[in-house]
């Protein structure tokens, strides 16, 4: 390590949100060093769906995607990332989820929301999906393929002028350095400082900043997933979102009709809401489907992953396709979650940003949550801003004591 360097910036966490900001402050002007404990990203970002999942968002949550899938087709251009602009399809197989639709529909300015009858529906993804009564689809969304995207994103961030990203580098502590103005970054191979750090980490906020974790009840939220091979008729076309996705996602679930899907699940089949599933497919680009999912939220992640959520989510899957599906890959994927915020994004050091996606989409709204945080680290540093931020209604605001050292 060269201990001399000195980036405008140091990130630590070469996922999705880490990753982002490097590139927003890249195009800035920036200098930027990208710190990774593992010899290549292996967290949420690689495990995912690579659903770029943003009209279905609300709030906050919308904003950002809004920016972000913007930049994931500028920054996919660029970097070689094969981003497909192919939407997602929202299947309503009861008429309470084609009210949902409905509903939804009529809160979107035109050309977000398109409402399909079923046999539109079937023909855009090519599956025979028995059972289908109507569909929406959202034309923005996108699809990536999160285990080719985040390596070339990193390799391209690399490639920039003023860019460094290292693997194999475990950040231990995150002090203010000895001028006082700048930021000292302990790491397992010495110490770097840098005028402004982001602290990405995922759901390993607690492990250099517990205050910050227990203040927004941080959880370690753990998904089972699935990789099928490919049905009958390969191409699916868009992302496939179900009426479980209808009680997940803001936009959807703000609607009236939502309630009525929620009561009816919870009187057929109540193992779904016990085990959070979303039902939903995207598939990678030699066919295979991604399908998942279910969560639990936990303070340490179990080691044991539970078959009987596996079962539920292959009888779904089967079921939403009206044939045998092959299981070829099984993972779990963990991320943060907060019930009291969506985006953490805290200052326990004027110069220093705590940031992390609190609820599940990462992918779809780091692009866009990456140009805020940053306008908020501004030069000069703006003392003002030293505190915990809260992106999303209803947190309040609370100071936190001290840089985090330590491992
Ligand atoms: C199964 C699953 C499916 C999902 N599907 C979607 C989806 O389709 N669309 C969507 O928008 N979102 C989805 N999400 C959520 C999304 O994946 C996450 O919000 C996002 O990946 C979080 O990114 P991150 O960079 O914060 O975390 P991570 O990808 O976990 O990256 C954090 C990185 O920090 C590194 N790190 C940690 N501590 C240190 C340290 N001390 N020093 C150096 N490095 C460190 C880790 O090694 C890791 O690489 C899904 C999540 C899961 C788990």
Same mark, same amino acid.
């Given at each position: ?41 292996? $967290? !949420?970002? %690689? =495990?995912?769906?690579? *659903? #770029?999942? +943003? ?5 906050? &949550?919308?904003?950002? @995607? ?95 002028? $003023? !860019?460094? %990203? =290292?693997?194999?580098? *475990? #950040?231990? +502590? ?5 001028? &006082?103005?700048?930021? @000292? ?104 489907? #991604? ?117």
């Amino acid at each position: 390590m060269n201990s001399t360097s000195t980036p405008d910036l140091i990130v630590v966490g070469a996922g999705i949100v880490g990753l982002a900001h490097a590139a927003e402050a890249l195009r800035r002007g920036l200098t930027v060093t990208v710190l990774e404990r593992d010899h290549r990203a292996v $967290g !949420a970002s %690689v =495990r995912n769906f690579g *659903h #770029v999942c +943003a009209t279905a968002q609300s709030g906050r &949550g919308l904003e950002y @995607a809004l920016t972000a899938r913007e930049r994931w087709i500028e920054l996919g251009a660029a970097a070689g990332i094969d981003v497909r602009q192919v939407g997602t399809l929202v299947l309503a197989r009861h008429e309470d989820e084609a009210r949902v639709l409905r509903e939804f529909a009529a809160t979107r300015p035109a050309g977000q929301v398109r409402l399909l009858d079923a046999e539109e529906a079937r023909e855009l993804t090519a599956q025979p999906l028995p059972g289908l009564l109507a569909a929406a689809h959202l034309p923005l969304d996108l699809r990536v393929d999160p285990r080719e995207a985040i390596p070339a994103l990193a390799a391209w961030i690399a490639a920039q002028p $003023g !860019a460094e %990203v =290292r693997f194999d580098t *475990h #950040v231990t +502590a995150v002090t203010p350095a000895a001028d &006082g103005a700048s930021v @000292a970054v302990s790491t397992n191979r010495g110490e770097l400082t840098a005028a402004r750090v982001i602290h990405a980490v995922g759901h390993d906020v607690d492990r250099l900043f517990p205050a910050l974790a227990e203040q927004i009840e941080l959880k370690r939220c753990r998904l089972q997933m699935l990789e099928v091979a490919p049905p009958r008729k390969a191409d699916l076309g868009p992302a496939l979102l179900t009426g479980l996705s209808m009680l997940r996602y803001g936009g959807l679930a703000a609607t009236p009709a939502a309630r009525d899907v929620r009561e009816r699940i919870q009187r057929s089949t109540p193992e779904l809401l016990d085990v959070q599933m979303n039902l939903m497919l995207t598939q990678r680009p030699e066919g295979s489907l #991604v399908l998942g999912d279910t969560h639990v939220d936990e303070d340490s992640t179990s080691p044991f992953d539970d078959e009987r959520l596996a079962e539920l989510l292959l009888r779904e899957g089967e079921e939403l396709f009206g044939e045998p599906l092959t299981v070829r890959r099984r993972w779990r994927g963990v991320y943060a979650h907060s019930a009291a915020t969506d985006f953490l994004v805290a200052s326990p050091h004027p110069a220093v940003r705590v940031v992390s996606v609190t609820s599940g989409i990462g992918m779809t709204t780091s692009f866009g949550l990456a140009p805020d945080v940053l306008d908020g680290l501004v030069w000069p540093v703006d003392s003002s801003r030293h505190g915990l931020e809260w992106a999303h209604d209803g947190g309040q605001a609370a100071p936190v004591a001290a840089l985090a050292s330590g491992a």
